[in-house]
Each structure stands twice: as C-alpha cells, then as structure tokens.
C-alpha cells in the first residue's frame, strides 16, 4: 500500500480509532469502574475488619496501607487509560475534518498560478452539503458547486486519490474548448492578457491571463507549444457526451457531475481526458491556503 492511497483511506482509519477508543472509553465510564470500585469496598471492607481484629488484639497497622490498596484497585489499566484520554482528542479531529474543515496540501502544479506546490489548504466540507464520514454519502442538500468554484473531488477512476480542480461546467452545461479558449454555453469566455508567468520550479515562463469564467475572474496560464488538441482521454463514463478534434474538443455535462479542468491549462489532466466527477465524489469546496512553509506570503484566501 503506497502513501496515497493510506491518505485516501485516512477517514477510515480515524473513523475506527473514535469507534474503538470510544467503545473503551464507554465501557470503562458505565461498567469496568463501577466494577473496580466495587472489588476496591470489598478489599477495604475485609482490610477494615481484619484491622478491627488486630487492634482488638492491641495490634495497630498503618492506615496508609489502606490508601494504597484503594489507588491499586481503582487504577486503571494503561490500555483504557490511554485510550480514555485519547477519545476525545479523535473524535474532535474526526468530527472536524468530516463535517467541517479538511486540510489537504498542494502536490502538484496543476493548478498553477491559483495554488502553489506545497500550498496547505482548507476544504470546506458542508458547503455542497453533508455526507455521512467514510461512505461520503449526502444526507442533507445545501449547495451545489458553481462554476469557478475550486474543489476537492475523488479521482473517479482511483477514488482512494483526491484531486482538486476547478469547476468549469455544471450538469447541462455544454463546454467547447477550442484553440485552448472557452466557451460555456454558447457564450465565449473572455480572458484579460497579464505578464508572463515564471514557475519557479520548472524554471519556465507561461503566458498567463485572467480567465472570466461566468462572473468569476481567475488567472490561468497557457503553454504556447503544447498541442490544441486533448492527446489520447481514456473511455470513461458519458463518453458519448464528448467529441474530439484536432483543434480541442466539445462536452454536454450530464445530470449529477461536473467538468473539472486545472488553471495550468496545459499541465492538468483533468477532465479532457478522464471525464466527469460524478456528484457522489465530491469532498468539498477549497478555500483557505494556511500555511505553506516554503512563502508564507501565501498564507490567505484564494479565488
């Protein structure tokens, strides 16, 4: 098992350590103390009448020994002890990272220049409603994802994998990207030329643009020598939603998913090339970058 995928299964894990630590931890509050405090009086109880006798006989001991007795019998094992004082601590992380905040970190440049290598996000985990942890299955509607929206999904052919991207296209919506530009709906977006950007990393320059993507302005960066077209997209589910040409390609989003695509529009796999994130993948809308150790100029919101 590779690191990934027992990041992907870090609900899971942390789901049956609050289940277990909290099983002990119930057993011991409502039955395994009272059970230790009751062989505790029948010990001092037999220690009380033996030392009765003794003093009847004009023999006297000391009464600490009956402290220490008391402490012995009532301490309590150090496997319920550690997990009493850990429960706690779990379900707390369990609780926040289900229903409210997950953070995750920036793996690769996909989404350059919204979101740095090594940037370290907040998900928020209820705005496209509440799942039930592990099953990740939705109990309760809120909102649906917007276009623009920036967010965390399983990875539909791994989903032990979690990817982020951007929203481009909501169930109904058609997306032609044509000559790496995008048109939603018949409408062309509109895109705003900015300085070129440098990735640090790759030690490369990009041309960049600020992308308004329905009312949302964003930056995005293209690659003037990759291909137009999308090179070899696997077969995935509503393939037939989707044509291809020499020039990019067209999509109908169906009901229920969404098309994800990088703002490093020419270093993203994304859904050109696996397809839609179906609405039962969702994670969560990302939001909050709290720390990258790298530049903590970083630190802040981010569209």
């Given amino acids: 098992m590779n690191f990934q995928t027992i990041l992907g299964n870090f609900a899971l894990i942390l789901f049956v350590l609050t289940l277990v630590t909290g099983v002990i931890w119930f057993l011991d509050t409502f039955y395994l103390s009272k059970q230790r405090r009751q062989a505790a009086d029948r010990a001092l109880a037999d220690f009380d009448t033996r030392n009765a006798k003794l003093t009847a006989d004009g023999i006297r001991l000391q009464q600490s020994n009956r402290a220490d007795i008391e402490a012995s019998l009532l301490k309590q094992p150090v496997w319920i002890e550690y997990s009493g004082s850990f429960f706690p601590v779990i379900a707390l992380v369990f609780f926040l990272r289900s229903f409210l905040w997950e953070p995750f970190k920036i793996p690769s440049s996909s989404m350059l220049p919204t979101l740095y290598v090594g940037d370290l996000i907040l998900v928020n985990k209820y705005t496209y409603g509440i799942r039930l942890p592990v099953l990740n299955k939705k109990v309760i509607e809120i909102n649906n994802p917007q276009r623009g929206d920036v967010m965390v999904f399983k990875y539909p052919r791994n989903p032990s994998l979690d990817y982020i991207k951007r929203v481009v296209g909501v169930p109904g919506d058609k997306i032609v990207y044509k000559n790496k530009r995008l048109t939603v709906n018949g409408k062309e977006v509109s895109y705003e030329p900015l300085p070129d ?8 320059y990009s041309q960049q643009f600020k992308e308004n993507l329905t009312g949302v302005q964003h930056r995005i960066l293209n690659n003037e020598a990759a291909p137009t ?9 509503h393939r037939d939603l989707c044509s291809y040409n020499s020039e990019g390609f067209a999509c109908t989003v169906p009901d229920g998913n969404y098309f994800m695509m990088g703002d490093n529009r020419d270093n993203s796999e994304d859904s050109r090339y696996w397809g839609f994130v179906p609405d039962q993948n969702i994670v969560g809308k990302a939001f909050f970058i709290w720390m990258n150790l790298g530049d903590l100029k970083r630190i802040g919101s981010f569209q």
């Fill in 197 to 204: 950007f440098l990735d640090d990393e790759r030690l490369s």
């Fill in 229 to 237: 077209f999308v090179k070899d997209p696997y077969d995935f589910a």
